[in-house]
């Protein structure tokens, strides 16, 4: 089993419309939990931290979920420049070190 | 926010060559900063972690006799692809956390080809 999976994607919807992504983790002492957006051939950007309580961030909502062992994202009136591909990155803890996973991304595609 | 700047942006250098990849945080401390490398239409695998003054830790799989990792201050670190091969030819991108919160910010990577 992966150490984080995400929705494998193509996730392809209209332009005002709402979607939503989850990622799973395997570790369960993970301390760390983000979002990051990746345009084609350039860096990943981060899109939003997630924290216990959710958090949202305009047309943005992150929800950690440590019971069941996931974070998800929302996608509220999705515009044509959301599209990307969208990283789940977990920090786990070790006993010796921390290490930052990243899932493999859900790419997604807003028509008009 | 946090910048991190990469150069050269992209390289083209012949077998069996090496080439030398830097990353600089241009405004704040990195403790530690992290490499990593991108296939076509894969998820960013990392390769080590640079830890400013000490030894870089290697990811399992990855030769650190063939990837050089040097971060000799807090705002620079580099990664050197020795005796290149087509196969390494890849984007390689670097990241910079300040330690204090994990929260990594990446450059803008570097996209090596080696023909």
């Known amino acids: 089993r992966k150490e984080v999976e995400q929705d494998p994607g193509p996730f392809n919807v209209p332009e005002g419309a709402t979607v939503a992504f989850n990622c799973t983790y395997s570790n369960s002492a993970s301390q760390s939990f983000f979002w990051y957006r990746q345009d084609c051939r350039k860096e990943p950007k981060l899109l939003m931290s997630?924290?216990?309580s959710g958090n949202e961030d305009g047309r943005f909502t992150a929800q950690l979920n440590r019971a069941s062992q996931y974070i998800s994202l929302l996608i509220r009136d999705s515009k044509l420049s959301d599209s990307a591909t969208y990283l789940c990155?977990?920090?786990?803890?070790?006993?010796?070190?921390?290490?930052?996973?990243f899932g493999s991304g859900t790419r997604l595609s807003i028509r008009p | 926010g946090a910048v991190v700047s990469q150069h050269p942006s992209w390289v083209i250098c012949k077998s069996g060559t090496s080439v030398k990849i830097e990353c600089r945080s241009l405004d704040f401390q990195a403790t530690t900063m992290f490499w990593y490398r991108q296939f076509p239409k894969q998820s960013l695998m990392l390769m080590a972690t640079?830890?400013?003054?000490?030894?870089?830790?290697?990811e399992q799989g990855v030769e650190k006799d063939k990837f050089l990792i040097n971060h000799a201050s807090l705002t620079l670190s580099t990664l050197t692809v020795t005796s290149a091969h087509p196969e390494d030819s890849s984007f390689y991108i670097c990241s910079a956390g300040s330690g204090e919160v994990y929260e990594q910010y990446f450059g803008p990577g570097t996209r090596l080809t080696v023909t």
């Open positions: 640079s830890n400013e003054g000490s030894k870089a830790t290697y």
């Open positions: 990155v977990v920090n786990m803890e070790y006993s010796s070190a921390s290490k930052i996973i």
């Open positions: 997630v924290y216990s």
